[in-house]
């Protein structure tokens, strides 16, 4: 519960995490008569849903993100402390980071979610993720790199592994690159290469479930499918990716077992509560989900602890639907707006009700003049869901001094179809040449231990 | 000299090097009869004028990029191909990247320069400097994280020790870095921090000779240094760095030998002639000078080798004022373009009078509305100079896809004063406090190894 300070000291609100839940969170508590600390292991707020436009080439990692210290300069009862917490003390009431510690009265855990490689944590190296700003690097360099070593690329088997781009997992962000991918081989660098024909370049999306975008409503992912095959992108559902090695990887639909050998496989697939949520759940007894997010109560606290709030991608939220809410951006931003005012209303003496998500609806870039909206009153397809997709992600990057920036690369892009921010940079300017399997694609072979997506 | 090729193939031109010396040949040679191969170890062309922009947070890299096979995608008879050249031989006209040749019958080095510590090697772990996109960001990893370590430190020594900048070098780069660092501290920072007062940095500018900016005339060199002073910056000139090690800076002014205890030591000092000139010394016996420069004839070809260029930072080109020309990029651009154009005139059978370098003046950036601008005939300095300085890089940046992005990015930036690009990324994300040397700064010590800046 609030515990009432000596010498009337502010109430001390520790927020872990600088996502869409703890940024907001603090805005709601900014220039309040509480004091409040927002410690984050990064200097910047990162705009997730755009990272992979920075992995395909579009736009810089500055561009989504907005240092953490000038979103609060002007908001002098927000501290922000650069650190990783290592641990919580509940009884104490006192975060750990290392040597230090940092005292609260209320605690807000938004540390959000990692990727889940369901247990083969091995296929990391093979086959990475887009969570960080380092992976968007990390995957734009692989990207590059493989049309690259495509190009000096002799063997005609070894070319067509560096022209295979796999990408697992046919939620939004696998979407999002395939047709991002696409539009990079089929069009931006077409005229690029002297020795390789990128149209030549395979896209391959592989879903666990029977449709991509199972979020959204049937009808759009229908078009979304379609729009991503005439793009160029092979949609492969109902498939398990049973093993993952360096350039190669084999999934399973039905009974048919497929290998691909391909220099570039991207993951797009899992996501678990990142490790906050195990250290509440030994320091509390909370109950964590199969997917590690906390199983929070109807005002987002947590069991036992009224003073501790866990929100986000981290949070498993299920009492408004039976459902847990989506591991989305608004849920995020919602949950720390509601918090932020709970904070303050109880202050007062006051609650507030039970927290409810309003659902602002789902979308998906697929390319140029092509996107799916589901508001649920209305789906638009196409051009009309592009421009309505252009404009939700200009409006919510208000937040951020980017805006004008973002807006006019993006036309820029538009209109010349360049992409400037290809640079390959970070370990070694270029792949060398690595034999892969000989076996032809396609090949069928021995059934291994299937995975789900 | 030019040898005929069998069976009327196209003329085969080498470049090594996609800096403003290579790129501006590549360009001059674009869509005519010969064949060009564009060799580099990145994708991109790297405008290195507003590298300090990246290292202190205005500017993304890609904004101050151009990936080489964009600049060249409609020119066919060029080919951009990505790798390290590791020796040539000029017998048989042949490049060699470890396994690969590739022949020539007219080859141009530009492959640049790099740092030089004088001998010093062991100093560039303690005091980076700025030639690559990765010594950007790692120099602005230090000088954001040295703010982030000062917040959280208490030892008062400690801090100051973080909040120390010393810049070693007063030609542009140090100037330039001196004065946006000094913005940073004393104006984009200073709502931004709990514990510490970031009026309290300071900022070392440590010059060998008489007076900063020495390219330029002694007036403008006394305006730029009393406009750094007046932001905050301390110079000292006549100064010889005689020790770099962890934290720590010695230097002599004269005979009395001082101590500094820095976290962020920053090396914009010498520059050597890159590797490659040592290969061409080896295989062609061409001469290099002191700084490893390959000294030139009146065509910039090196002697024997009617069909070797060398241009841009790596040639010591002094037959025009008996002194080299400067490794600037208007010297690269005018080279390469000169290279580009003979080249031509060559395969007709005509040749050209020897180059001349038209000197376009030389400029620096201080801060904001402060420059200096010397074109001989004309002096500007303050806000014309500024203003100056801005349409000359827009103009220079043409080439470039990025203009509009980047007017847009200082458009914005000088209106909120804010930095919005300055990410800790890459290592760790702040740097753990490390103990640094209890000597009180300015402390005299014994005299060490002097060595001249």
Known sequence: MVVPRENNAPHEVVIIGGGFGGLYAAKALANTNVNVTLIDKRNFHLFQPLLYQVATGTL????????????????????????????????????????????????????????????????????????????????????????????????????????????????????????????LAYKTL?????????????????????????????????????????LGVIIHTNTRVTNIENNIVTFKQGDEVTEIPSKTILWAAGVQGSAMGKVLAQKTGVECDFSGRVIVEPNLTIKDYKNIFVIGDLANFSHQTGKPLPGVAPV??????????????????????????????????????????????????????????????????????????????WAWNYITRNRRSRLITGKEAFLESQPVNNNSPYQATENKQPVKL
Chains 1, 2 share one sequence.
């Open 60 to 183: 810089s990692p500055a561009d989504i993100s907005a240092p953490l210290r000038s979103v609060f300069s002007k908001s002098k009862n927000t501290k922000v402390f650069l650190g990783e917490v290592s641990d919580i003390d509940p009884k104490k009431q006192e975060v750990i980071l290392g040597d230090e510690t940092i005292p609260y009265d209320t605690l807000i855990v938004a540390t959000g979610a990692n990727h889940s490689y369901f247990g083969k944590d091995h296929w990391k190296e093979f086959a990475p993720g887009l969570k960080t700003v380092e992976d968007a690097i990390e995957m734009r360099r692989r990207i590059f790199s493989a049309f690259e070593a495509a190009e000096k690329e002799t063997d005609p088997k070894q070319r067509q592994a560096f022209l295979t781009f796999v990408i697992v997992g046919g939620g939004p962000t696998g979407v999002e690159l395939a047709g991002a991918i696409a539009e």
């Open 190 to 230: 077409k005229e690029d290469f002297r020795n390789i024909d990128t149209s030549e370049t395979r896209i391959l999306l592989l879903q666990g479930g029977d449709r991509i975008l199972p979020h959204i409503a049937p009808v759009l992912s229908k078009v979304a499918a379609e729009s991503l095959q005439k």
């Open 332 to 409: 995020a931003k919602q949950q720390g707006e509601y918090v932020g005012g709970l904070i303050q209303l109880r202050l007062q003496g006051h609650t507030l009700p039970e927290f409810h998500y309003t659902d602002v609806g789902s979308l998906a870039m697929i390319g140029q003049n092509l996107a799916v909206v589901d508001l649920g009153f209305i789906k638009l397809t196409g051009f009309l869901a592009w421009v309505f997709w252009l404009i939700i992600h200009i409006y919510f990057l208000i937040e951020f001094d980017t805006k004008i920036v973002v807006v006019i690369q």
